[in-house]
């Protein structure tokens, strides 16, 4: 028995905030839109705005989320929900304000402060949230997480709960256009890493395989030709699909080792979500192939860079090169090319294989993931 839940409503395609007006407008009178400095000067924001005109909604904007959010903003967020007597909320940008929506959604109708829900469900609804992805990356528009920094702990959390799943996704291509080649690459590897993670947990299912080989398939094709070249509109279009297709994957099935060891070097080293999670992806695979060989096979054959007729052995280590020759294309840096210090990273490893395998997403592997193996992962990624 599997259950499979998405956002009520999600749209698609070139001029999706047309067709989303009649639902934004059965939310409310007044919206907060919560969002970055870049993308608050830019046309998306220009045209949601225009929309939201068009169908006299009234809206705050909050452009605080400078970074990926921490607890500090989400408190700043709330207060301007509040003064500003907002009834909805609206994100825009890359999983950042969409993660951050959700949360200061989150906090307007559940007591007490952000940390208290680490780890825990959400109990109370709230209000609807309508997310706008500009990256193709978190599928975040698809989730029923939000991941906000404890500044004073120094960890990302984790929070979850069917309330946090957007009411309202409005994937328009078009929006991840202007995406820098850093952004995009960063964020597709995010999107290939939920895929591969979500098919490979052992909380997958039969629906989130099939969505799960459909984006596998569609980035392994499409991220290394957007690499190139950010102005290709039907590989920006096939990669929004992807990331939209595995941020329902992991809604469902969950992520596993290797988001569980990227939040940590996310939260300590402020590398960014993608990239982490990239510099983690083959050697966590590697590592985890051997109860999950059978379903790398499939991987390597679905995307054709094995045959019917090679053993699954043989397809599966093929399926893991091919993921290294993506993030080779995508020039994504060791930990050290990245620039951190390894005495630095070598005494933080025991904090952030504590705090791996605290998240809970390492024991979604099918193999069985120690701290120490997280430890030894840690080392041989640097
Ligand atoms: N909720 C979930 O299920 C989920 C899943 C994965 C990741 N996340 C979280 O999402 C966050 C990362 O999100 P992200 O990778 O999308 O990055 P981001 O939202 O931090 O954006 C990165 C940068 O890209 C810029 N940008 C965004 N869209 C742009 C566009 N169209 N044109 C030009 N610039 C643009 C932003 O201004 C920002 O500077 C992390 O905090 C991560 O933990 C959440
Ligand atoms: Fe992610």
Redesign the pocket.
Known sequence: MAQFTVPTHIITGKGALDEAKAYIKSYGKKALIVT?K??VKSTMMQALIEKLEDIEIEYNIFDGIT???TDCMIEEGIKVYHDNNCEFLIGI?????L?AAKAIGAMITNPGVIADYNGKEIPNRIPPVVAIP??A????EA?K???ITDSKKDI?MLLKGDYLIPELAIVDYE??M???RS?TV??GL?ALTHAVEAYTSKKATVMSDTLAVSAIKRIVKYLPLVSQDGSNREAREEMAIAALEA?IC?NNSSVTLVHGLSRPI?ALFHV???MSNAMLLTRCMAFAAPEVTDRLAILARETKVATLEESDTIAADKFIVKLEEICKICEIPTLSEYGINQDTFDRAIEKMATDAVASGSPSNTRRVVTKEDCMKLYKEVY
């Open positions: 970055g870049h993308v970074g990926e959010p940008g890359g999983g950042s304000p993660d500009t990256t990356g978190t599928g975040s989730t997480f939000t991941i990302k929006f991840g202007t995406a820098p952004v960063a964020t995010d941020g992991i996310g960014p979500h993608g």
